[in-house]
């Protein structure tokens, strides 16, 4: 299911220029025919990018379809971007996508039973990824994909590090909806039921999408804390800066994966475009304030959805701004 990417395929995503230098033309890459952890582990960088191109859980879930158009447009963007004093690409390994896409144009979501089978599917594969690279000391930058692979990446970190993980969760939705067929609404209500999470905090919940039996668990576990979209930026009863202190001293104690749904930001084409949320400097603050946290273990930006609107430049509107918040998340870290 993996597809590798090699020198060649990353320089057909490259736009050389004279005189200048593109993170595209100094990314690392890794030999498809020999053994994937030694390669990583071998590797001089840090991170390694991978994409899961599918909205199989999105679908699954109700919403729109679409997430699996974000990846490519994403990757383009960021490997156009400027090698300078801010960001070097030697840091860098492009490792390539899993690639699901014929089950994604060929799924019918009134089969349920078979999207239950292909999001554990792609859970399965994910997850054993992020493992190994975790293992080989590196840190995965995911670019989705429905929100559904939250599980993966954190059944994967938790399996690399040996430990239950924290998750700090960038969102206007829980996604701990119940234990029924896998969707993009309860990867992180497996998670925790398996024991990969230890502590989950929610940033940003819109108090008109988030079921009160969800907020009764919530209120009930000493291990799930949250703020609303509201209490931040309607109400205005606590600040951003301050949210994003108490949400650290909540997550921090242990590695942690930073999960970031864009159908937070306001007006972005996603699996759930909303009207009103966060802006896309607020979000691309709250990666690097989470970013440069020592723990902080994964990225994970899901539910872009360029193919949502019917727009020629939203492709790469999108990739743009993903491009951002990997860099934002890259430069955090490195510094």
């Known amino acids: 299911m993996l597809t590798i990417f090699n020198e060649k395929d990353i320089q057909e995503f490259v736009a050389p220029r004279e005189g200048e230098t593109k993170l595209g033309e100094c990314v690392a890459v890794i030999d498809s025919k020999k053994d994937l952890q030694s390669e990583l582990k071998n590797s001089s960088a840090s991170?390694?990018?991978?994409?899961?191109?599918?909205?199989?859980?999105?679908?699954?879930?109700?919403?729109?379809?679409?997430?699996?158009?974000?990846?490519?447009?994403?990757?383009?963007?960021?490997?156009?971007?400027?090698?300078?004093?801010f960001i070097d690409g030697k840091d860098i390994l492009v490792l390539g996508y899993l690639d699901c896409l014929d089950d994604v144009y060929s799924f019918d979501v009134s089969d349920r039973e078979k999207g239950d089978l292909l999001v554990k599917a792609i859970d399965k594969e994910l997850s054993k990824l992020i493992k190994i690279i975790v293992k080989s000391g590196k840190t995965p930058i995911i670019i989705g994909g429905g929100h559904n692979n939250a599980y993966g990446n954190i059944k994967g970190l938790s399996e690399g590090k040996e430990q239950p993980v924290n998750v700090i969760n960038l969102d206007a939705h829980t996604d701990l909806r119940r234990l029924e067929e896998r969707h993009s609404g309860n990867g992180f209500s497996y998670a925790l039921q398996?024991?990969?999470?230890?502590?989950?905090?929610?940033?940003?919940?819109?108090?008109?999408?988030?079921?009160?039996?969800?907020?009764?668990?919530?209120?009930?576990?000493?291990?799930?804390?949250?703020?609303t979209f509201e209490e931040l930026e309607v109400y205005h009863t606590t600040s951003f800066k301050g949210e994003l202190q108490r949400a650290e001293n909540f997550i921090e104690n242990t590695p942690?994966?930073?999960?970031?749904?864009?159908?937070?930001?306001?007006?972005?084409?996603?699996?759930?475009?909303?009207?009103?949320?966060?802006?896309?400097?607020?979000?691309?603050?709250?990666?690097?304030?989470?970013?440069?946290?020592?723990?902080?273990?994964?990225?994970?930006?899901?539910?872009?959805?360029?193919?949502?609107?019917?727009?020629?430049?939203?492709?790469?509107?999108?990739?743009?701004?993903?491009?951002?918040?990997?860099?934002?998340f890259i430069k955090a870290k490195s510094n």
């Open 47 to 85: 991170f390694v990018i991978l994409g899961v191109p599918e909205d199989i859980g999105v679908r699954m879930n109700g919403g729109n379809g679409g997430a699996h158009t974000a990846f490519v447009p994403a990757l383009k963007s960021f490997l156009n971007t400027q090698k300078n004093q």
């Open 194 to 227: 398996e024991g990969f999470i230890q502590n989950y905090f929610m940033f940003g919940l819109h108090e008109n999408y988030t079921p009160q039996y969800v907020f009764e668990m919530i209120h009930d576990s000493l291990n799930l804390e949250y703020n």
């Open 256 to 328: 942690f994966g930073i999960e970031i749904d864009l159908d937070c930001v306001q007006h972005f084409p996603s699996s759930a475009m909303t009207p009103s949320g966060f802006t896309p400097q607020q979000a691309r603050r709250f990666t690097h304030y989470f970013g440069k946290l020592q723990n902080a273990s994964y990225l994970h930006i899901c539910e872009g959805a360029p193919a949502v609107v019917k727009d020629e430049i939203a492709n790469g509107q999108v990739g743009k701004y993903i491009s951002y918040l990997i860099s934002d």
